[in-house]
């Protein structure tokens, strides 16, 4: 299965919430489509939340650092990063940092991670939702976790930043730190 293909089974992974269960699936699908994923904590003042590189023109890496520690920005940045693999040449190094300067690719990046997420066809629907039930049973239909759709709600806009918070999960870096999620 090609990486493009696998995008699809690891989009139906935003609905699990356990990372011990979704990690090992995710770097499973993405290593048989050739991209190694690894979850690298950002070093401290490092505002970098992913990052892309292809090893050889077979073999890719895909860096997460679970920087704002939500579901919504680590699925938002896999698909981000992913969308660099998939649209973007292979001889350049993709580091994406918050406050970036904001480029066609940067920009190509994140359209490919929003429609990957939640498609287009879906926007009417999703831009009137208020409460937790709404996003919840939109969630449920569109196949991802209710927090992916609250963190997309928000950034379009949608919805006040201090909304719905508490649909996203949190993540913390296990003790041993390092390249678990």
């Not at 770097?27 to 992913?50: D, K, T």
């Not at 997309?152 to 508490?166: A, C, V």
């Amino acid at each position: 299965m090609g990486f493009q293909a696998a995008l699809g089974e690891v989009r139906a992974l935003t609905r699990e919430p356990n990372p011990d269960v979704f990690v090992p699936q995710l770097r499973a699908l993405c290593a048989a489509a050739g991209v190694a994923v690894a979850f690298v904590p950002a070093p401290r003042g490092c505002p970098a939340s992913g990052a892309t590189r292809f090893l050889s023109p077979d073999k890719a890496m895909l860096l997460l650092s679970l920087r704002h520690k939500t579901n919504d920005h680590l699925w938002f940045t896999f698909f981000h990063e992913a969308g660099h693999l998939c649209l973007h040449g292979k001889k350049l190094l993709f580091v994406d940092l918050e406050g970036g300067l904001s480029t066609e690719q940067e920009d190509e990046a994140n359209v490919f991670a929003r429609d990957k997420l939640i498609p287009q066809q879906h926007t009417q629907t999703m831009r009137p939702l208020r409460s937790a039930a709404q996003v919840t049973a939109f969630a449920e239909r569109v196949g991802v976790h209710p927090g992916v759709v609250v963190g997309r709600m928000q950034k379009e806009g949608w919805l006040p930043w201090t909304h719905l918070n508490g649909l996203k999960l949190r993540y913390t870096w296990a003790e041993r730190g390092g390249d678990d999620a």
